[in-house]
Structures are given as structure tokens and as C-alpha cells.
């Protein structure tokens, strides 16, 4: 099992920028960012595979988010700039045995963390 924990929640201005990060206890080749609103679904944000570091986006955060991983450090990140207040969520990362070739629905993730929040205001 990988343990993950995330750090750079913060609350933020409309506009503002944040980047998140995800230590992880060891090399996991799949991994991504998801998110849950109050009262919402948990979402997809973003992805990267291992081989390769091909990355997936949801529409909603394309050309404002960017996921990126050191394989070195066993960090994930994700870069959020241009934030909106339906940005508003707790943050999850998450992470998976096998590689990534789409965006994996959340199920099919092992390993969590155990989330950091991030508030916009407007």
C-alpha cells in the first residue's frame, strides 16, 4: 500500500494561483488529482501515467491546471492558476498500480490521500 499525503491547500482570491503537492511513500506509475465539492461528486482533475508522463485533463481545469510528477522525489503536483470559486473542493491524490493510457475513473485507484482543501473566493 503507498501512502500519500498532499500539502498547499490554501483559500485563494478569483485569479489566484496554487500548487498543490503529493508525497508519496514509493514509485507508483498511475496517478492523478481528484476533487469533491459539498454536496458533489468526487471528480477527475487531472492524471499522468508513468511511462512516458503522458497527462489527461478535465475539461473544466484544461489550460489552467498542470499535473506534473519527480519521479526522484515521489511527488506529484498540480500547478492551478486562473482559479474560479467552483474550483472550491477538497483535493485528493490518488494513485494506481497499473499505468494510466485515459483519464482512470476513481475507482480504479488504490491508494489515497487523505485530502487538502482549497477555497476561492470571489
Known amino acids: 500500500q503507498v501512502q500519500l499525503v498532499e500539502s498547499g491547500g490554501a483559500s485563494v482570491q478569483t485569479g489566484g494561483s496554487l500548487r498543490l503537492s503529493c508525497a508519496t511513500s514509493?514509485?507508483?506509475?498511475?496517478m492523478a488529482w481528484f476533487r469533491q465539492a459539498p454536496g458533489k461528486e468526487r471528480e477527475g482533475v487531472a492524471a499522468i501515467s508513468g511511462v512516458g508522463g503522458s497527462t489527461y485533463y478535465a475539461d473544466s481545469v484544461k489550460g489552467r491546471f498542470t499535473v506534473s510528477r519527480d519521479n526522484a522525489k515521489n511527488t506529484l503536483y498540480l500547478q492551478m492558476s486562473s482559479l474560479k470559486p467552483e474550483d472550491t473542493a477538497m483535493y485528493y491524490c490518488?494513485?494506481?498500480?497499473?499505468?494510466?493510457?485515459?483519464?482512470?475513473?476513481?475507482?480504479?485507484?488504490?491508494?489515497w490521500g487523505q485530502g487538502t482543501q482549497v477555497t476561492v473566493s470571489s
Open positions: 490518488a494513485a494506481r498500480g497499473d499505468d494510466c493510457y485515459t483519464f482512470p475513473p476513481s475507482a480504479v485507484f488504490t491508494d
Open positions: 514509493s514509485y507508483t506509475p498511475c
